[in-house]
């Protein structure tokens, strides 16, 4: 089935991630998350570089060799903690732009290796978006609503990356949530979130 995912939704997301991130006080960069190998610099830090990917990706521009996931988004390296919160949102209105393209959601692109359905990477990033902003804003104790329609867009994302992710290290176990729960909640479950979770 073709990824229900569109450019709104894209864009939904990381305004949604933006936000959080702008929420997120500098002061609390050290605290944990979630993600338990992940502090909340660490989080922000991914938020950031995941817009610079997501953003190559849309404009069929491939990824420098020096780029690790790892290390510091690039246009954060240099940067104080405290002008984080600018420079992601600056690169995530330019990853929103270059996903409003009705054009770029067609045919292939990449997302660093092999070729991919561009339709699937936006699909992917937009889900990774959402759930990463969760694991922010909770950590950060804001307050985060995702709509009903959006969470479906995570859940379908989460639900096709999970076992790969699984398999690779980098999602853990699945979460036990209940079938009636919300579908972003069932998004963070099949992510290897707890949707209880507090700081």
């Known amino acids: 089935m073709a990824p229900m995912t569109d450019a709104d939704d894209l864009t939904a997301a990381v305004d949604l991630a933006v936000g959080v991130i702008r929420g997120a006080d500098p002061a609390r960069y050290g605290d944990p998350t979630p993600c338990s190998d992940y502090t909340v610099a660490d989080v922000v830090n991914h938020l950031a570089f995941g817009f610079l990917l997501a ?16 290390d510091r988004a ?17 690169e995530g209105a330019a990853t929103a732009g270059a ?4 054009a770029v959601w067609e ?55 999970a076992s790969m992710g699984r398999d690779a290290g980098w999602i853990g176990p699945e979460v036990p949530v209940p ?12 992510s290897g979130r707890d949707p209880r979770w507090t700081a």
Do not use: C, N
Not at 56 to 69: C, G, K, L, N, V
Not at 128 to 153: C, I, K, R, S
Not at 179 to 190: I, T
């Open 55 to 70: 953003h190559h990706s849309a404009i069929r521009e491939p990824w420098s060799p020096e780029w690790s996931a790892a």
């Open 74 to 90: 690039p246009f954060l390296r240099d940067l104080p903690e405290p002008g984080w919160a600018e420079a992601a949102a600056k």
């Open 99 to 102: 996903w409003a393209d009705p």
């Open 107 to 161: 045919g292939d692109s990449h997302m660093g290796g092999a070729p991919m359905p561009a339709a699937a990477i936006g699909a992917l990033m937009t889900g990774e978006f959402l759930v990463h902003a969760w694991d922010l804003a909770v950590a950060t104790g804001q307050t985060y609503t995702v709509p009903a329609e959006l969470g479906e867009v995570a859940l379908e994302a989460m639900s096709g990356m």
């Open 179 to 190: 079938a009636a729960a919300p579908a972003f909640d069932r998004a963070l479950g099949v």
